[in-house]
């Protein structure tokens, strides 16, 4: 089973599971050389070269998706919008259509580029922010999909639900490191995403999603 895994800070605590989820088990799944942005990781999804993946959540409207998601409520600090000329950020699907659906003018910045840039006093809207606004709703980024083995994804989706991810400090530091921001600053941001997909999250989907296709 080949797994797709976004490289952001953002899905650490599920790296760290699916780790040790898979270490003695008979799956065999892989995911180490296919981190990438979401947009890339969105392609081999539909070209079923990887089975499963946290694709971005304006992408999988007919995929067979569990109820994990990465989801936001009020602030996620790594999706903002900064002033000037509109421009899309190449990496991102979702945020690129959600600074179109709030009728935002901006330049759009996400994961750990993001994070880094509010980090260091840089200024930008907050997209999860201004959807909270609008719908006073949390905001789901992305969902947990497949398109094979879908009883082994299933499974592996409610044992993460039910369980409480501790990241060791040597992950934590190197992790940090690698984005020239502390370890304390990691866990913080990490305490603004959850991944369970609850009542609101589903209705927020579904809103953004039926938003999504008007023109």
């Known amino acids: 089973m080949l797994f797709g895994s976004i490289g952001y800070l953002n899905l650490l605590p599920f790296q760290v599971f699916l780790r040790r989820y898979i270490s003695n088990t008979q799956a065999k799944m892989t995911f180490r050389n296919k981190r990438a942005v979401p947009s890339v990781i969105n392609s081999a999804f539909k070209r079923k070269s990887i089975h499963a993946a946290f694709i971005s959540s304006v992408e999988s409207r007919k995929c067979k998706c569990t109820d994990l998601g990465i989801i936001a409520h009020k602030k996620v600090y790594s999706v903002l919008l900064l002033k000037g000329k509109n421009q899309t950020d190449p990496a991102s699907a979702t945020s690129n259509q959600l600074a179109r659906v709030l009728n935002l003018q901006g330049k759009v910045l996400i994961g750990d580029a993001a994070l880094k ?4 006093g ?3 809207i907050d997209l999860a922010t201004a959807w909270y606004d ?4 949390p905001f789901v980024f992305a969902r947990l999909c497949y398109n094979k083995h879908g009883e082994s994804i299933e499974k592996l989706a ?3 639900a039910n369980t409480k991810v501790k990241i060791p400090q040597y992950i934590l530091k190197r992790e ?6 502390s370890p304390k600053q990691l866990t913080w941001y990490l305490g603004h995403i959850y991944y369970e997909i609850d009542w609101k999250a589903k ?3 579904k ?9």
């Open 203 to 205: 209705r927020s989907l």
């Open 134 to 137: 609008k719908t006073g709703l």
């Open 207 to 215: 809103l953004f999603l039926k938003e999504s296709k008007k023109g």
């Open 117 to 120: 840039h509010y980090l260091e």
């Open 158 to 160: 409610k044992h993460f």
């Open 176 to 181: 940090a490191k690698k984005r020239e921001i």
């Open 122 to 124: 840089g200024k930008g």
